[in-house]
């Protein structure tokens, strides 16, 4: 059956919230917390995803996880959709309203509960913001280092749904590596840990490493432990240009195998780092004209002396290359500035156009070839892309700009290069997402990472969680 019959299927089991339904709702939730206003409803339709829209009927805003319970009861048995939201940080749709029905927000749910520092653990709502939870325990000499650049906004749930990254993953991992166990409402109502708080756990299936990127498909995470380590007290930062994009990919896994792994190795593409710089306004180092590429290198640690030595190690490799002066950032004003341009990448993009995010990863000795061929194909099917991302871990983000394509390009043809990176991607052993998940908009494209068989694995997962479809329809599967 077609996705599109799938989805016709679908939306004619779905039920909309009555008036009635919508009375038990705001029972369990109270007066002030139910919403149906038109702007809210609006607000709750779209996220950081093209310009999509999809208004639900109501939004939900519970306090605590017997709430939850209640209201996925109550929509299991009347089959009303629910989408579970965060702070509306994504790129990929998985948050989207598809079918209407509840959007259950979880902003309420903000608690940092328990810092277990003699066991290097915290305990967490996932409402808590990413940045705010790593400050918190930075305090304590704690580090949680998944860093996503919507750290400072993005909700920890939603991280733990994407199983999110950041420029830290190449040293550090991403969310799953550092998430013991979850408290998760099943569609039923149901309540169940996934695990336990121990740092080995060889128990059965391993439940939480399949909630962990499950994006809110299989039920809703409302708490959630966490492991730590000690909060690194030094970190140094080098910014190399290289007057060839494709010479800066290849750097990469050089400084690997030259035995030193940074902290963070980002890329960034001359048109990504121009428009970074007009939308801070400001940059701590000046561009010259014939860089096309800039590899952000940071290493970090607790002896300066070992940090001064692999950013040495990392110089002579990078000499081997066709690279322009490289800048040495030894100071906290510098290197706050330096991270500022990379984080804002996405934001200064999406403010100059409306933009596909496709989120690929590759081994990284594949980089330069990835490169080359979203080039190829961009300019084969007439589109523009801006390529920058997590060089390290081969996490490229490639945004293609809509700029002035029409319609019929924009849904057709630029899918069709799309279906071409991927099928690319896929030949030379990576994926289609890194980071970001899957959703809505990258569904279409499962086909060429997964087989028959494995796609249906995973629809007998979703079927077993949630049998009557409530949860997340339309997302990955």
């Given at each position: 059956m077609t996705d599109a019959n799938q989805s016709v299927r679908k939306s004619n089991l779905f039920q909309p919230i009555s008036m009635a339904v919508l009375e038990e709702l705001r029972a369990v939730v109270g007066e002030n917390c139910l919403f149906t206003d038109a702007d809210i409803l609006s607000e709750h339709?779209?996220?950081e995803t093209e310009d999509l829209l999809y208004v639900p009927q109501a939004v939900a805003e519970p306090a605590d996880t017997s709430q939850v319970s209640a209201l996925m009861r109550i929509c299991n048995h009347h089959l009303i959709p629910v989408t579970v939201r965060g702070a509306g940080s994504g790129l990929a749709g998985g948050a989207l309203p598809v079918y209407g029905g509840l959007v259950i927000s979880m902003k309420r749910f903000d608690k940092i509960l328990k810092i277990d520092r003699r066991n290097f653990q915290v305990?967490?709502?996932?409402?808590?913001?990413?940045?705010?939870?790593?400050?918190?325990?930075?305090?304590?000499?704690?580090?949680?280092?998944?860093?996503?650049?919507?750290?400072g906004w993005s909700f920890i749930g939603g991280n733990v749904s994407t199983n999110a990254g950041g420029p830290k993953a190449v040293k550090y991992g991403v969310v799953k590596d550092h998430v013991l166990n979850l408290e998760v409402v099943l569609p039923s109502g149901e309540v169940i840990w996934t695990g336990s708080n121990t740092l080995k756990?060889?128990?059965?299936?391993?439940f939480t490493q399949l909630i962990v990127g499950s994006?809110?498909?299989?039920?809703?995470?409302?708490?959630?432990?966490?492991?730590?380590?000690?909060?690194?007290?030094?970190?140094?930062?080098?910014?190399?240009?290289?007057?060839?994009?494709?010479?800066?990919?290849?750097?990469?896994?050089?400084?690997?195998?030259?035995?030193?792994t940074p902290s963070g190795?980002?890329?960034?593409?001359?048109?990504?780092?121009?428009?970074?710089?007009?939308?801070?306004?400001?940059?701590?180092?000046?561009?010259?004209?014939?860089?096309e590429a800039h590899l952000l290198i940071e290493v970090d640690g607790f002896h300066l002396e070992s940090l001064i030595a692999d950013c040495e190690t990392i110089t002579k490799v990078l000499e081997r290359?066709?690279?322009?002066?490289?800048?040495?950032?030894?100071?906290?004003?510098?290197?706050?500035?330096?991270?500022?341009?990379?984080?804002?990448?996405?934001?200064a993009v999406k403010r100059n156009s409306v933009y596909k995010e496709e989120d690929t990863v590759v081994p990284r000795g594949e980089l330069p070839a990835l490169l080359k061929k979203v080039k190829e194909v961009g300019a084969r099917y007439g589109f523009e892309s801006v390529c920058y991302g997590h060089a390290g871990d081969g996490n490229l983000h490639v945004n293609i700009l809509r700029g002035n394509l029409s319609e019929q390009i924009w849904n057709e043809e630029v899918t069709k290069g799309i279906r071409e990176i991927f099928t690319f991607v896929k030949s030379v052993g990576g994926t289609i997402s890194g980071e970001h998940g899957i959703g809505l908009v990258q569904r279409q494209y499962l086909d060429i990472v997964f087989t028959p068989t494995e796609l249906e694995l995973m629809r007998s997962i979703k079927r077993v969680f949630d049998p009557n479809g409530i949860l997340n329809p339309g997302k990955i599967v």
């Open positions: 339709g779209h996220d305990t967490v709502e996932p409402g808590v913001i990413t940045e705010i939870l790593q400050n918190t325990l930075r305090e304590e000499g704690l580090f949680y280092p998944p860093d996503p650049a919507s750290r756990n060889s128990t059965g299936y391993n994006e809110g498909t299989l039920g809703v995470v409302t708490k959630i432990v966490l492991k730590l380590q000690p909060h690194p007290t030094q970190n140094l930062i080098l910014l190399a240009p290289f007057r060839s994009a494709e010479s800066a990919c290849a750097a990469v896994a050089a400084i690997f195998e030259a035995g030193v190795l980002e890329f960034m593409e001359r048109n990504a780092i121009d428009w970074a710089v007009r939308y801070v306004g400001e940059t701590p180092v000046p561009i010259n004209e014939d860089d290359f066709d690279t322009g002066e490289i800048f040495f950032a030894d100071d906290e004003t510098t290197k706050t500035a330096l991270w500022k341009l990379r984080r804002n990448v996405a934001h």
